[in-house]
């Protein structure tokens, strides 16, 4: 007899059937009678209720009341017979959703919190939007540097604070994020001043409009200034007291609105006139009689300066004579146009690394070689005079006195040492007038240089015998290790040929890099799997490889090959389980099937009855010849990083 199952109103979900169980009608599994193994699904019945059906998804099957853990919004839901409704608190959302009166939804777009009265929608706050930033004006309540509670009212524009509005001037006991820190403030460090009215952060701020009066402005001490203290920019003007003006910029004259120049402090300290107008001179004039005189002259275009001339002919024109009284210093050529030329300073130093003698006013030579003939330098003394000359008979450099040279000097030609101290330099290449030389530490011939006990060559040695090269039963050291291929085209340098020499260092890679060549047996193996096919239990292997060739042993690189036989998924073949055999519980008897099967009587719908069901399977010894095919694969490992890595399986 069925199940009828009715909802709480009266009406009928589902009519049970007996041992079925109904997964659809509700979001519970509903059993039916004598269903088999009921208690799983019973119990998770109650897991879903406890758990309110938490999921990030809605049921499948709810039903009008029906509650939900919605665990993608961690809020708790419930089935209204149209959509899954928030059970309490405000609903968040980037859309509006259904509402009714009384409800909240937070526009979660713009951050604002809206509720329904059931006819309107009203905003709650804040009164500015989520990409509009915090716009407002609110209340603050500010402890002052004394203690007490200042009330002011803070104005946000676009998340940043724009100003402060206040009755009272104090000091805030800490300081604000976004205000400005008080200039004249001479506590270390800095604090902050809100002043009584309104304070802007920015100084760039500006009220728009026009005041009721401005018939003075009035200093912080109260001090009214009226028009009659200003001076004026649109007429001559005055003032009884000195004009100073304090910033970089200075004071600025010209015409018509437009700059011609500028006296102004640079941003280095530096005092200057600046001309503005492109290619302008500047003058400073001083008065003779009545006569105006440009004393000082700047040619602008010329790029000249005039002393009492307003037509420069150089870079630097004085009309009239001068006297340096301290050192002079002139970077370009000095042009003397005068007769005589006086010298009497007792150091005369020349940074021209050229001095040019018998040259004309043109600056061209003074005449030929006979002109030139015993022209030079002279050395005046009262013990005879000193020179270095040119001799046109000779065609020769001559000095009249000895050369010694200081230590560390050389005599040279074409700037190459030839002659030291104590050494004949290599660029002398004959001697034939040599009789003996003495005993010699190093002597080089060629490229190959013997020194002492050392033989040295700067390029490649070829040592050639007819016969046999003795060593006097000493170890041979110092041999470069050759390269074979394999460890040529990891290294990507070239093979050494088959002449080098073999060194111990070389014999020892090669056999740690010899590849490793093994047949194992993997049956049992089973570390990742055992089946070859599936790339079988190459960890297992590894670890046996490791064991018997040390990873650590192995050069980098080395490969290992292993031949790997598997009897895990061999089939038997030819063995019958169902031949006659002995009966054990009868020796000598009848036989009988290996296969030994027992049934047992059970019970339908509560009652006895005639039917049975298998209860066991024995099966007997038999005798047959059986076929086992094992499989087969190779696996192949390389060392990497100084550890055996499995690289492919390939089943044979």
Not at 27 to 47: H, M, S, V, W
Not at 316 to 333: K, L, P, S
Not at 540 to 547: A, E
Request: aromatic share 8%; net charge negative; hydrophobic share 35%.
């Amino acid at each position: 007899m069925s199940y009828k199952i009715n909802k709480t109103n009266g009406e009928l979900l589902v009519d049970l059937v007996d041992g079925q169980i109904d997964q659809t009608s509700t979001d519970l599994t509903l059993i039916g009678r004598n269903y088999k193994g009921f208690g799983e699904l019973f119990n998770e019945n109650f897991i879903k209720l406890l758990e309110n059906f938490a999921r990030s998804s809605a049921p499948n099957s709810p039903l009008v009341g029906q509650l939900w853990y919605d665990t993608a919004d961690e809020r708790l839901k419930i089935y209204t017979g149209e959509t899954f409704k928030s059970a309490s608190g405000a609903v968040i959302g980037q859309t509006q959703p259904n509402l009714v009166a009384g409800d909240l939804w937070i526009n979660s777009l713009d951050n604002r919190l809206y509720f329904f009265d059931g006819t309107d929608l009203v905003l709650v706050g804040p009164q500015y939007s989520e990409a509009q930033g915090r716009t407002s004006v609110e209340a603050e309540t500010i402890i002052d540097s004394t203690g007490q509670d200042q009330t002011v009212i803070f104005m946000y524009i676009a998340g940043l604070l724009t100003g402060i509005y206040s009755r009272t001037q104090f000091r805030p006991a800490q300081n604000i994020t976004g205000f400005p820190i008080d200039p004249a403030d001479t506590s270390v460090p800095k604090r902050q001043l809100i002043r009584q009215g309104f304070n802007p952060v920015s100084t760039d701020f500006i009220w728009q409009g026009s005041a009721q009066s401005t018939q003075s402005l009035v200093s912080d001490s109260g001090e009214a200034f009226t028009e009659a203290n200003f001076m004026k920019t649109d007429r001559p003007t005055g003032t009884t007291s000195s004009l100073f003006v304090r910033g970089n910029d200075g004071l600025s004259i010209g015409r018509d609105d437009i700059t011609y120049a500028v006296l102004k402090i640079r941003p280095n300290k530096t005092s200057a006139i600046e001309m503005q107008r492109g290619d302008q001179d500047f003058a400073i004039r001083v008065t003779r009689g009545n006569t105006p005189e440009d004393a000082f002259y700047i040619d602008t275009n010329l790029k000249r300066v005039g002393i009492y001339t307003s037509t420069p002919q150089e870079g630097f024109d004085v009309n009239a004579d001068t006297r340096i009284n301290g050192n002079a210093t002139i970077t370009g050529n000095l042009t003397v146009t005068g007769d005589s030329t006086f010298l009497t300073s007792q150091t005369l130093q020349v940074e021209d690394k050229n001095i040019e003698l018998s040259v004309n006013a043109d600056g061209d030579a003074a005449g030929d070689d006979t002109v030139a003939d015993l022209g030079g330098i002279t050395l005046r003394s009262t013990q005879g005079n000193k020179r270095i000359y040119w001799s046109n008979t000779t065609d020769n450099w001559t000095l009249d006195h000895s050369i010694d040279l200081t230590t560390g000097n050389a005599y040279k030609i074409n700037n190459v040492t030839t002659l030291s101290s104590n050494r004949l330099h290599d660029n002398i290449l004959y001697a034939e007038g040599l009789i003996s030389i003495g005993r010699l530490n190093d002597l080089e011939v060629a490229d190959i240089t013997i020194e002492e006990s050392t033989i040295s060559c700067a390029n490649p040695l070829t040592i050639s015998s007819v016969g046999n090269i003795t060593i006097n039963n000493v170890p041979i050291e110092g041999v470069d290790t050759p390269v074979s291929a394999r460890l040529a085209a990891q290294l990507s340098v070239p093979e050494s040929d088959n002449s080098s020499v073999t060194t111990k260092e070389y014999v020892d890679r090669e056999i740690k890099a010899e590849p490793v060549v093994l047949t194992l047996d993997t049956t049992g193996l089973s570390n990742p799997t055992a089946v070859f096919a599936d790339n079988g239990p190459y960890t297992d292997v590894k670890n046996i490889l490791n064991y018997l060739y040390p990873s650590s042993q192995k050069e980098e690189s080395t490969v290992a090959r292993l031949h790997c036989t598997s009897y895990s998924e061999t089939s038997v073949t030819g063995i019958d389980v169902d031949q006659l055999v002995d009966d054990p519980d009868n020796p000598g008897g009848p036989q009988i099937s290996a296969v030994r099967k027992s049934y047992i009587s059970v019970d339908k719908d509560g009652n006895p009855s005639d039917e049975s069901v298998l209860q066991d399977v024995e099966f007997l010894p038999v005798s047959a010849t059986a076929g086992l095919v094992p499989d087969r694969a190779t696996m192949e490992f390389q060392v990497q990083g100084g550890v055996w890595v499995w690289q492919r399986t390939n089943v044979l």
